[in-house]
Structures are given as structure tokens and as C-alpha cells.
């Protein structure tokens, strides 16, 4: 029983703010630009995101991550998801907006903090079937949100026994309607071990969050996390050592350049 109070029950009693986005030297000099490979279980990759920082000395941070899933356990690939996520100068998140797009979906997740809460706005279409919703959620929940396919971002001053909640957006659920659009999580830092890089070991947080893990280098950089999906199993979301700025920009015309060859065939 003490260890249940201990590790389920006093994490929940005890979770505070999420950690703010922490506009550090380093965010500004080189962790801007990001990219990661996403790979399926048995290490095929399956997609790349990209993470960029534009950073308002004072004012906000807005991150944009852009990730483009080429192959999938499930037929909803090709998929994009678009997301951009304004923190205010303190480094909460202020504004949340994805766009998930592919061959028969166009959905857009709008969210603006509101006093006590974050409202929500769903808008789009899924396979031609109109989607328009409205809702809120409680700031203690929303604090924090991601998606689902790269939970983890920058995450500054971690120390452990660190524990605080956030949502995760399920693009899978808002493409086929099955499962929970939002994911809650009960975030923790639970120890510091050495992850290898392609610049070798580096010491690192590990950050727990139900079906999720990140490993965490002493800038908050994000060295790989993974996530177990339902209805997609586990992946694992790397740092790779160099951002492709031409394959970013080819992603992000990905979608619209098989439209057109498709409709050039018919």
C-alpha cells in the first residue's frame, strides 16, 4: 500500500505547473531548428517531423512542428500535422492550433487560453463528412498540450521527482472517430541515466508519462522519446544530428504534389 500511495496516488496529489518554455542561450543559438525520425517498431521510419523557434525576445515563443507520416499500421498516411503552439513571455502556453491533412481529411484544433480554462474549436471534414465542435478544458488539465505523435518538447530546469500534467492531441481518433481526441497525462521525471547520440552518451532525464517516455539532455533538448498508441502500437521519435531545411520544404508540399498527379491520372 505505501507503494501505491508513493507511486500512483502522491504523484497525482502533488503535480504542479508544467514546466515553462525557458527562452535559454542555447534555444537561441542552436536548438531553433529541429528534426526527428519517427520509426514503427521494427525500426522502419515511417515519417519525420520538423520543430522550429521563433523567438520574440520579451514578448512570446512560437514553436511550429511539422510532420509528415508516410506509412502507417493504419490507412490514414499520407498525413501532415501542422501545429503551432504561442507561449507568452513567462512561457505558458498561450494559443494551440494543429491541422491534421490528408488524401480524405482536413481537420484544424484551435485552442486560446480563457481565464480558468482552454476553449476549444474543431473544425473540418473526415472523408466528406462535416466535423464542428466547441468545448473547454480546465487550465490544471490543458496546461500543456502536444500531439500525439511527438509528446515532448523542449523542457528546461527538470530535476527529478519533477510531476506535472498535460493533454495530448490524438490525431488518430479525430481521422477514424475511434478513441479519445485528448490523451491526459500525468507527467514525471523519474531518474537521469545516459542515452546514446551520434556524438555519443549523453546524460539524460527520464521523463515517464503513462504509455510515453523522453529522454532529456541538461539543455531540456529532447534527445528521443516513445510513445505507445491505441491502435498503432509504439513508436519512437529520434533527434536527428542535422535539420534538412529542402526535405522540410518538400514535406510541406507533399500532400498538394500527389493531389495533382493523382488528378492528372484520372
Keep these: 500500500m505505501s507503494w501505491l500511495v508513493a507511486h500512483d496516488v502522491w504523484p497525482e496529489l502533488t503535480a504542479h505547473e508544467p514546466p515553462p518554455l525557458t527562452v535559454t542561450d542555447w534555444l537561441k543559438t542552436d536548438g531553433e531548428r529541429s528534426q526527428y525520425a519517427i520509426l514503427a517498431q521494427d525500426g522502419t521510419e515511417i515519417g519525420t517531423t520538423w520543430t522550429r523557434y521563433l523567438i520574440d525576445e520579451g514578448v512570446s515563443t512560437t514553436r511550429t512542428d511539422f510532420l509528415l507520416l508516410r506509412q502507417f499500421v493504419l490507412p490514414i498516411a499520407p ?31 484551435h485552442g486560446e487560453r ?17 466535423i464542428s465542435t466547441r468545448f473547454k478544458l480546465p487550465l490544471t488539465d490543458a496546461g500543456l498540450l502536444s500531439g500525439a505523435f511527438k509528446p515532448f518538447s523542449q523542457m528546461s530546469n527538470l530535476s527529478v521527482g519533477q510531476t506535472w500534467r498535460m493533454q495530448t492531441f490524438n490525431p488518430i481518433a479525430a481521422v477514424t472517430g475511434v478513441g ?17 547520440t551520434p556524438n555519443g552518451p549523453v546524460e539524460c532525464y527520464v521523463v515517464e508519462a503513462g504509455r510515453a517516455r523522453a529522454w532529456v539532455d541538461e539543455h531540456g533538448v529532447v534527445i528521443e522519446q516513445e ?34 498527379h493523382r488528378d492528372a491520372r484520372d
Design 79 to 109: 498525413l501532415t500535422i501542422d501545429a503551432t503552439s504561442v507561449y507568452t513571455a513567462g512561457g505558458l502556453l498561450d494559443e494551440f492550433t494543429v491541422r491534421v491533412a490528408g488524401d480524405a481529411v482536413d481537420v484544424t484544433l
Design 227 to 260: 510513445v505507445d498508441l491505441p491502435m498503432a502500437g509504439k513508436l519512437r521519435i529520434v533527434r536527428q544530428p542535422e535539420y534538412d531545411e529542402e526535405a522540410h520544404i518538400q514535406a510541406k508540399q507533399y500532400l498538394h504534389s500527389r493531389r495533382h
Design 114 to 130: 480563457f481565464h480558468a480554462n482552454f476553449s476549444f474549436t474543431l473544425d473540418g471534414h473526415v472523408r466528406h463528412r462535416p
Design 180 to 196: 479519445d481526441k485528448f490523451i491526459p497525462m500525468l507527467v514525471r521525471v523519474v531518474d537521469m541515466e545516459k542515452r546514446m
